[in-house]
């Protein structure tokens, strides 16, 4: 085999074993990224089968920092000014209290823990101030935290990565400038480079996302070149500011995706159709990259210090700087705990140590090692226990009786409206703008996302939902939302309307072929048919049964024509469907479309 077939199967090798690790992470339901090290691992340190330095060259690294680049936008596309507002201040402080109390308490572990000198401690310290976006989604996806935490911790997983690795850079730079030109000389330096970074950063990233979002609003560029303009623009900005600054375009490529994000009415459908895929496929190649550069004696080199070091990351530095960090905030004590047990890294930490790792010569010998053994044991330990952590806490359940319904049309926001009143979490999803405009005006809680969309679920806040119902006006859309939610709520509470009769040709055998759920309520509950009903004055009302007015009485009072949504009984909700037909006692109660008698009669309804 000659060299150029040799790097070709490499290069071939490195996708297929990221994607084999995806897909099997996926089947086990385990996070992705202890596949992805053990893939990369096997590969290289262990088997020497994967060599990426011999395939990629000098052009490893900036592949690398470039795929990063991408990651972080595709990341900061989840975040909107709206969760901002409730999550700000705690934010803030996590982000400057919590980031600076784990930098310290972090150096001072590297120091007595692993014995490495100041300058690489101090180093170390600012890098593993990062957690990693790409792992506390999924967990958070698992968890379904309730209150606030969910999306605080989502925000400061994506913020605090180019915090950590600006901050390493200047580190690392200020370390080189203190033995050639002096401490106070340095210290100015440092503050400069980090004026610099945040200004080129916050300024060509909000150029960039700017200009794409205006591109985008007045449709200026074909649809299949959106995609392919937004990756370009990205990488743009990135290098553009990194050579104003150095490693300033992880600012710029986190601002980009907040701006665009936040432009009102940008349409951003296909740019993240597009970058859910990539990000799967940079996140798989990159762990199998950078875990296959490593050798067996550099983890030799670092021993139980590294597991002992990893460890007091997880014991003590993250709740110590979670605490310190909301002390005085609207956080409960249970959601400041849940936060202290929420940190574990990922990505950015894996390839920026690579990157320093390769300028740091022999002093580096035991960094990148350390950084990959935090990695693994964060990820292992907050994966297998945040869930229970919740649990206890009461912040999880593992039955949730929440809803997510797709669609705010006047049926599901007459839904909500009575469900929430019961006390029951009800969260709207729709593309219309206007109905959900509508809902909020109503104080229901709906955003502006696309059931369909990976990116955009990503931004559901799950937190005490257990069902999804499938509302919407296209039988279709509510098939393919069914199938992509059975993943997250299980087949058995995942729901969707009865199709439209006239909608195909083929009749109910066309419309079972298009149904991927249980059927709502009943057969005869198409969208069409509860829309025709809510428009003759039909509401929805919720009705305690008692011993004199049990369900047959109910039944009598309203006449056949009334549908039974749901059925409460305290804190427990559950949904009518076709294959689980109403069973109503005293004392629980009972949610229906019902025609509204004349007054004066039946009174005992209530």
């Known amino acids: 085999m000659d060299e150029s077939e040799r790097i070709l199967v490499g290069l071939c090798g490195v996708f297929v074993l990221g994607t084999a690790a995806q897909w099997m992470a996926w089947r086990l339901r385990l996070p992705s990224i202890l596949l992805l090290l053990v893939c990369g691992f096997v590969a290289g340190p262990v088997t020497d089968l994967l060599r990426p330095q011999e395939i990629f060259g000098d052009l490893l690294f900036p592949a690398v920092s470039a795929a990063v680049a991408v990651i972080l936008f595709e990341g900061s596309l989840s975040l909107r000014l709206r969760e901002f507002r409730e999550v700000g201040r705690p934010l803030l402080m996590l982000l400057t209290v919590g980031a600076g109390v784990t930098w310290l308490l972090t150096t001072l572990l590297a120091r007595g823990v692993l014995g490495m000198d100041w300058s690489v401690s101090l180093l170390l310290g600012a890098l593993l101030v990062v957690t990693g976006p790409t792992v506390v989604g999924p967990l958070l996806h698992q968890i379904r935290p309730v209150g606030t935490v969910g999306p605080l911790a989502r925000w400061e997983g994506i913020i605090i990565d180019p915090i950590g690795a600006v901050l390493a850079v200047l580190v690392f730079e200020a370390s080189f400038d203190v033995s050639a030109q002096g401490v106070e000389l340095a210290a100015w330096i440092a503050g400069m480079n980090l004026l610099k970074t945040v200004i080129g950063g916050v300024l060509i990233g909000t150029a960039a996302g700017g200009a794409l979002a205006w591109l985008l609003k007045r449709h200026l560029l074909a649809d299949h070149l959106e995609a392919p303009v937004a990756f370009t623009l990205v990488l743009a900005a990135f290098a553009a500011s990194n050579h104003f600054q150095q490693e300033s375009g992880l600012v710029a490529v986190t601002v980009m995706g907040f701006v665009l994000a936040n432009f009102p009415n940008a349409p951003l459908r296909g740019i993240l159709e597009f970058k859910e895929n990539l990000r799967v496929l940079l996140i798989s190649t990159l762990f199998i990259l950078l875990t296959a550069r490593l050798r067996?004696?550099?983890?030799?080199?670092?021993?139980?210090?590294?597991?002992?070091?990893?460890?007091?990351?997880?014991?003590?530095?993250?709740?110590?700087?979670?605490?310190?960090?909301?002390?005085?905030?609207?956080?409960?004590?249970?959601?400041?705990?849940?936060?202290?047990?929420?940190?574990?890294?990922?990505?950015?930490?894996?390839?920026?140590?690579?990157?320093?790792?390769?300028?740091?010569?022999?002093?580096?010998?035991?960094?990148?090692?350390?950084?990959?053994?935090?990695?693994?044991?964060?990820?292992?330990?907050?994966?297998?226990?945040?869930?229970?952590?919740?649990?206890?806490?009461?912040?999880?359940?593992?039955?949730?009786?929440?809803?997510?319904?797709?669609?705010?049309?006047?049926?599901?926001?007459?839904?909500?409206?009575?469900?929430?009143?019961?006390?029951?979490?009800?969260?709207?999803?729709?593309?219309?703008?206007?109905?959900?405009?509508?809902?909020?005006?109503?104080?229901?809680?709906?955003?502006?996302?696309?059931?369909?969309?990976?990116?955009?679920?990503?931004?559901?806040?799950?937190?005490?939902?257990?069902?999804?119902?499938?509302?919407?006006?296209?039988?279709?859309?509510?098939?393919?939302?069914?199938?992509?939610?059975?993943?997250?709520?299980?087949?058995?509470?995942?729901?969707?309307?009865?199709?439209?009769?006239?909608?195909?040709?083929?009749?109910?055998?066309?419309?079972?072929?298009?149904?991927?759920?249980?059927?709502?309520?009943?057969?005869?509950?198409?969208?069409?048919?509860?829309?025709?009903?809510?428009?003759?004055?039909?509401?929805?009302?919720?009705?305690?049964?008692?011993?004199?007015?049990?369900?047959?009485?109910?039944?009598?009072?309203?006449?056949?024509?009334?549908?039974?949504?749901?059925?409460?009984?305290?804190?427990?909700?559950?949904?009518?469907?076709?294959?689980?037909?109403?069973?109503?006692?005293?004392?629980?109660?009972?949610?229906?479309?019902?025609?509204?008698?004349?007054?004066?009669?039946?009174?005992?309804?209530?």
């Not at 969208?527 to 025709?532: A, D, V």
């Open 296 to 606: 067996l004696s550099q983890f030799s080199d670092v021993g139980w210090a590294g597991g002992v070091f990893a460890g007091l990351l997880i014991v003590v530095v993250r709740p110590v700087s979670v605490m310190l960090a909301t002390i005085g905030s609207e956080l409960s004590l249970k959601e400041r705990v849940f936060l202290s047990w929420l940190a574990p890294r990922g990505i950015v930490a894996a390839a920026v140590a690579s990157v320093f790792a390769l300028r740091m010569g022999s002093e580096g010998t035991r960094f990148v090692p350390a950084v990959f053994i935090v990695i693994a044991a964060t990820v292992v330990v907050y994966g297998l226990t945040s869930f229970p952590l919740a649990k206890w806490l009461g912040l999880a359940t593992s039955d949730p009786q929440g809803l997510l319904i797709a669609g705010t049309n006047p049926f599901a926001r007459a839904v909500a409206a009575v469900l929430q009143e019961k006390g029951f979490r009800v969260a709207l999803l729709d593309t219309n703008r206007g109905n959900v405009m509508t809902a909020r005006l109503n104080g229901l809680d709906a955003e502006i996302v696309d059931v369909l969309s990976e990116s955009d679920r990503r931004r559901i806040d799950f937190g005490g939902l257990g069902r999804f119902l499938a509302m919407t006006p296209n039988d279709e859309v509510n098939s393919l939302a069914a199938l992509h939610f059975q993943s997250v709520f299980g087949r058995a509470h995942v729901y969707q309307l009865s199709p439209s009769a006239g909608r195909s040709t083929g009749g109910e055998e066309a419309g079972e072929g298009r149904r991927q759920a249980r059927r709502l309520f009943n057969a005869d509950a198409t969208y069409g048919s509860l829309q025709s009903r809510m428009a003759r004055g039909e509401t929805v009302k919720a009705t305690r049964l008692t011993e004199e007015f049990d369900y047959d009485a109910f039944q009598d009072y309203y006449g056949e024509e009334m549908t039974p949504l749901f059925v409460c009984e305290g804190k427990r909700l559950s949904v009518v469907s076709d294959d689980a037909p109403v069973s109503a006692k005293p004392g629980q109660t009972v949610v229906a479309l019902v025609r509204e008698v004349k007054e004066g009669e039946g009174e005992s309804a209530s």
